[in-house]
Structure formats: C-alpha cells, structure tokens
C-alpha cells in the first residue's frame, strides 16, 4: 500500500476549530482565543483530534445570571425564570437575576447590568431579543458560558446569517463559549436522579424533537444531559459528543440533527466516540429536498448530500436510524446492554406463528438464528411437546410458561453458546401466560451476561406485567413493536463489531506530503479542466498505472508512436474541457494498421475542427485487455471537503448509479468494505464463468486516489496553485486476480 510519511504539524486548539470550518492552513491569520492545547494536524492542514470542551461548568454551574429574568405574571421570561431558580435549586447553583429597572426578582437581589454582577457566573442565560449588546458587555466579567435563546438569526436567510456571523464573532472576543441563539431551556431540566446503571446524553438542533426521549425517564431509563444547540454559533453538535464521549456515566449519545456545522469537526467527534467504545445513535433528517429544504430554513445549516452523510456516519460507527421512536429504542438498547458474548439470536414464544412471523422479520433485517443443536432440542424437548419446533425459533406451545417448566426453558436456551440475544415476543397480554413469562424473563436476565429482549405487543400498555415487571427491570430491554426490536439488535451487535475492530483512520493520516506532490503541483491550473493526456500524468505522479501511449500532432508521428506502442491501439482525441471525446466521436478501437492510424488521426482532427475543439493532440494508446470496469474519483462535498467515490464504470456508473462514498482518512478495511456496499460488486468476484477480477489492486487504486484527495484538495493543496476539485477515473478496467488495474481515461478539473 502507499505509505505514508509522519511528521508533526501542530497548532492550538481554537485555530484547529477555525479550520475545521474550512480555512486553509497557511491561508492568514486565524483569529479568534485559543488555549494551550496542541493539535496535531494532517497533510491537508486539517485537525486530527477533536479538542473536548470543558463543559463541566455549563451543566454543573455554582452560579447563574439570567439577564432578562422577570417575576411579571404573565410574562414569557416569568416563567422561564421560574423554571431557572427551580433547576438552579436542584443543581445547587446560586441564581444573579440581571434587569435594568427591578431591584429584586423573586426576591432575589437584582443587579442591573452583566458588569454589576456580585460574583464571576458560569453560565450566563440571555432573556433578552438582542443577546450581541450583552454578549460583548461579558468580555470583562469572566462569564464561561451564555445562552442566547432569541431567534431570527440564520434560521431567517441571510440578513440573519450575517447577525448571527456578528454574535459569534463578539462571543470569541470576549473569550465566552455560547450556546445558540435560536435555543431553548431543554439544557436546564430537571432529571429524575432516583434512576441507576448507563445514561444517555442526549443532543437535539429542535428542543421539540427531544421530548420523547426526556419522556423515557418515566419508563425507568435514565438520561443524564440534554444539549439543545439551536444554531450553533459557537457550540455545537460536536462539542457536546466529544464532552459526553468523555463521560463515566453515559452509555449511549442520542441525537437529533437538522444539519452540520463542521463535518470534519463531526467524525472528529465521532471519532473520539468511537475511540471510548461510546454508542451514538441518530437522527439526521434531510433525506429528501422536502426534508433538507425544512432543516435549512430551520437551523440555517447545510444539510449536505445525504448519500456522504449516511457514508461518513457508517464510516464512524454513528448508527442512524429513521425515526424518534427508534432513536428512543436503539439509544437504549445500546446504553443498557453489555457487550455481546455472540451474535446468535434466539426466538422464543407462546405461539409458533409468532415466532414464525419474527423469525422472517429478523432474518430479513440480517440477524443471524443459528439452528439449536440437536441435543439442546432434546433437551427442550424434556418441557415442550415433541410435535412443536425448537431448532429457533422456539415454540413452547403455551402451557409450559404458566408453571415450573418456563423459567428452565429460557435458562436452556441462554446457556446454549451460539445464542448472544434472546428476543421473546409477547403479541398481547394472556394472564397468567404472559405475566408468568414476563416474570421468569426478568428474572433470568438478573442472573446471565446475555441480553434479554421482549416485545410488548399491547396496544394498551397499561398492564402490570409491561409497567412493573418488565418496564421495573433494568436489564431486560423491552419494545412495542417487531421493527424496532430487530432494528435495535442489529444496531447493537454492528455496534460491537464496530469497536472491536475500530482503528481510527487519523491515526494513520498522513502528516506530511508524498513525493508525489511535487510531480503533482506542476499540472495543476487555478480553474482549468485537465486533458485526458495531463489528467493521466497525474495519476501517473501517484502510482496508478495508465496504458502506454503518446500524446502526437502529426498523423506521421501517430503512425511511430502506434508502432512504439503496439499494435492493436486506441486512439482518442485529447484537449483541455474535453470530457466526453464519445459522445463526438473522437475515439477509435481495435487499430491494427498504419493505414489505418493515419486515416484516423486526420478523421479525429477534421471532427474537432468541426466541432470549435482546440485539440493539444491526439493520443495513441495501448489495448487494454478486457476486464470489469469500474470508476474512482474524487468529489468535493460542502460539509466534509474531498471525498472518494466508487463504482461501476463505464455509462453503468451514470445509468444505475451503483456507488459507495468515504471521507479520506481511511484505511484499507473502509477500501475494501466500500467495494462490498456496491449492488454489482458480484462482478468483480467472478459471473459466468469469468475469472475473479484483482481486487487487491481496485483497493490500492482507491487509497492512492484518498492520498491524492487529502494533498491535492481544494483546501489543502498549499501549493499557491490550484487544488483539485474533482477527479474522475473512468473506466478503470480491473483486470483478471494478479494483473493488475488500468485508468483508461482520467478526468481532473481544478479549482
């Protein structure tokens, strides 16, 4: 593979941030505080590691000011005054209310400015229409954080976006982290602190779309923080992941995300999530236009295209699930179970049409439900009647669970060593059955390492055996419906697949320039789009091999350039904005004469005199032999910079638009686990009697492309010239195993 040579570039914190939002390093000055901590950066100039925010402070405050804060009944700022002094009792912070016309607020000494503040507050919470005056007043008093709830800011378009600019910029000078605008109180509610075992911390871009899993508390399920980052003017999405990342007590991330602020600045996050073992599940809307034209009008973000969101999350192990209600499933899943011992799941119910029913459901989902042995079935077969199956999914016929029989059912079928999950579905309540099953479940699940799932399936859910016996457990997961169960246990076992196997692709950045680069910078033009002639070149520069050919001006010097090359030979018009030499007519196959050299070189010129194409030349190519054509290349994306594409080659790459995405850094895995996601990958282990292509040589050429991606990139390349924007291989013909992969053309279009 291409190595990568290391060296140490670093800068503070604060300035990695700033280029995370896309500054070049070397591109000025970067303004703005910084600390003391050293972040190491990548050949492109980007931050390797997410700095964590100290935050302890913001959800742990010793003291509050509310600015704006008002004891006017009535009153909006009333009430959330209100709720301000009752979190600020629970959390044991002392409460500065700030107003400059009352001299006390509930009772409460009131100061009237920010500066007459009695002592040095943490969080400063800004009641006010116009938070930019009050931000700028903090810079002398040591306030750590502000909350800025007024909205008509980016959200708005862009005379918003541009106050919204204003108010960052004013919160960086005066050296105070903030939180919004565009926000809301979720941060400072009060959590039940009567609940144990693994938290989840939860961040939402709506305060709305939050509630449901606030409301899991009532379920038994512990939530520890709640942060509701509105527009992400300063804080955002990523500086609560990496602090809650950090954090003893979470065992699972839940978030809801409109749109990202900083996607390098994301998978760093996720990144570090990762890195900790540290679940996160979310929901990222914009699917659709519909969808990503609602999120960017509501949180004035870029919702990026989806296709590289979904990619770049998969990438980082961020499990993304569809809706609220399997976010609130899967996050607690995650957060409660512990990891697998194996990935075999076992179905277990009262009645065989269910179990047949959840058994087709989870299989289609990818879950594997390995065959019980036969001695195991034996076995069961001791408790349930020997016309009923028990090889999985298991059907006890009913009886068995209303006596003694049913707890050695499920004690038999955990201790079986290829069952890691077992899923019982209880469709409806049929007391004693249910209440007996849901009884002996709960209290096998105290006494295994395995994980325990149950369906509820009442849509009453008012039942004792699903609100004290099931929901009083906290090791048992249960669910209300099919889908999100199977869902949930997919997300769990990938989960820990994931982390075993996880190697962060930033410990393997490159971190200084290949030789390649110097080769490179020479044919790369601010705004110019590469010949076929020049764009080969540059592969050339980074180890891709190209066919033998010779770029010629004379029909007598295609005829010598044929003959160096070897008969048969292509020949292909060549010119700087000529993408699609076919659709002219500018390609010719399969030449096996000089006669016919010369005739075609004089027909492909008198083309491109017809069609007003300056041509630098035209080339004369080796043959390729035939073998599966695919396509690499490299896209620019407005959330994640370069990113790396493959798929089927030729026009297939257009008609079925058969592709997979990365975002560089990667590793071989991630190389080789894109060629997987493909629907034709089929094709490259061999139909129809073709041998198997050269995988391993279609998975170097997509790491080289990575490697040119992360040097040459429009913002990256440091070069004084122009980067590369786009970069399209196609076909690469991917030969038979052991031959090797051929760029048959190259298009590179520079920014």
């Known amino acids: ?64 000011a509310v600015v704006g804060a008002s004891d006017t009944e009535g009153r909006a700022n009333t009430g959330i005054t209100r709720q301000l002094l009752a979190w600020a009792d629970r959390v044991g912070a002392r409460v500065h209310p700030v107003h400059p016309s009352r001299r006390e607020v509930f009772g409460l000494p009131c100061a009237p400015t920010v500066a007459a503040l009695p002592e040095p507050v943490d969080v400063a919470v800004l009641l006010v229409a116009d938070p930019l005056p009050v931000v700028q007043q903090l810079a002398d008093t040591k306030t750590r954080f502000a909350v800025a709830f007024a909205s008509g800011f980016a959200e708005t378009g862009e005379e918003g976006a541009a106050a919204q600019t204003r108010l960052a910029e004013a919160a960086a000078r005066s050296g105070v982290r903030l939180l919004g605008p565009n926000t809301n109180l979720n941060a400072f509610e009060c959590f039940r602190d009567d609940l144990d075992g693994p938290a989840i911390a939860l961040i939402t871009q709506s305060g709305h779309q939050g509630r449901p899993l606030f409301a899991l508390q009532e379920l038994g399920i512990r939530l520890s923080h709640w942060a509701p980052t509105g527009n992400e003017a300063d804080l955002e999405t990523a500086d609560f992941l990496s602090y ?42 914009g699917r659709t236009r519909a969808g990503a034209r609602t999120a960017a009008s509501h949180t004035g973000k870029l919702t990026g295209a989806d296709a590289t969101v979904d990619a770049a999350m998969r ?21 409660r179970a512990r990891p697998p011992r194996a990935e075999g799941v076992a179905v277990y119910a009262i009645s065989g049409g269910t179990g047949a029913h959840f058994a087709d459901l989870a299989t289609a989902e990818g879950l594997s439900l390995p065959t019980l042995p036969a001695r195991k079935q034996d076995e069961l077969h001791q408790w349930i009647p020997e016309y009923l199956s028990v090889a ?53 699940a105290e006494e295994t390492d395995k994980l325990i799932c149950v369906v509820w399936g009442s849509p009453v859910g008012t039942e004792d055996a699903y609100r004290h016996t099931l929901l009083g457990s906290s090791r048992v997961v ?226 080289r492309v990575q490697r040119m991606a992360l040097e040459l990139s429009a913002n990256g390349s440091g070069n004084g010239g122009g980067g590369l924007a786009e970069l399209d291989i196609n076909p690469l013909v991917v030969l038979e195993r052991g031959q090797g992969a051929v760029a048959l053309d190259a298009l590179a279009v520079c920014r």
Request: aromatic residues 4%; contains cysteine.
């Open 392 to 444: 999985n999914p298991v059907d006890n016929g009913g009886h068995p669970v209303g006596d003694w029989r049913g707890r050695k059912i499920i004690d038999a079928i955990l201790a079986d060593p290829d069952v890691g999950v077992l899923i019982c579905p209880i469709t409806g309540p049929f007391p004693p059955m249910s209440d007996k099953l849901a009884r002996d479940l709960v209290a096998a």
């Open 1 to 64: 593979m291409l190595g990568s040579t290391h060296g140490t570039l670093t800068m503070t914190s604060r300035s990695a941030r700033v280029l995370a939002c896309g500054e070049r390093a070397g591109g000025g000055t970067v303004h703005g505080r910084a600390d003391d901590t050293a972040v190491e950066l990548d050949v492109s100039g980007r931050p390797l590691h997410a700095p964590v925010p100290d935050l302890d402070r913001f959800f742990r405050p010793e003291a509050v």
């Open 315 to 335: 990438q980082f192990g961020v499990i993304r699930v569809t809706g609220l209600d399997e976010l609130q499933d899967t996050a607690t899943l995650l957060a």
């Open 478 to 703: 249960t669910f209300r419906t099919f889908g999100n169960c199977v869902r949930a246990v997919r997300a769990y076992l990938d989960h820990h697949r994931f982390s075993r196997a996880y190697r962060s692709p930033f410990d393997e950045a490159p971190r200084t320039p290949s030789p390649s680069l110097r080769k490179a910078r020479a044919l790369l033009h601010p705004g110019r789009q590469l010949s076929e002639h020049a764009g080969k070149q540059l592969l050339r520069a980074y180890g891709i091999r190209v066919p033998r050919e010779q770029l010629c001006t004379s029909a007598a010097g295609a005829v010598r350039a044929a003959a160096q090359v070897g008969y048969p030979v292509v020949m292909k018009a060549s010119a700087p904005q000529l993408a699609h030499k076919s659709e002219y007519g500018l390609v010719r196959l399969g030449l096996t004469s000089a006669s016919q050299v010369r005739d075609t070189y004089r027909e492909l010129t008198e083309i491109a005199r017809a069609e007003d194409i300056e041509l630098e030349g035209v080339l004369v190519c080796q043959l390729v032999d035939p073998g599966v054509e695919m396509a690499v290349g490299i896209t620019q994306d407005e959330l994640f910079g370069p990113t790396v594409t493959v798929g089927l080659g030729g026009v297939l790459i257009e008609v079925l638009q058969d592709v997979a995405v990365r975002v560089p850094p990667f590793g071989e895995d991630q190389a080789r686990a894109m060629l997987g996601e493909l629907r034709g990958a089929a094709l490259l282990h061999g139909v129809r009697g073709r041998p198997p292509a050269d995988t391993d040589a279609l998975v170097e050429v997509v790491l």
């Open 244 to 285: 809650f990342a950090t954090l003893p007590e979470v065992g699972a991330v839940a978030a809801y995300l409109e749109g990202l602020k900083d996607g390098r600045g994301f998978l760093l996050a996720a990144d570090r999530a990762a890195r900790n073992g540290v679940p996160v599940v979310a929901v990222k809307v």
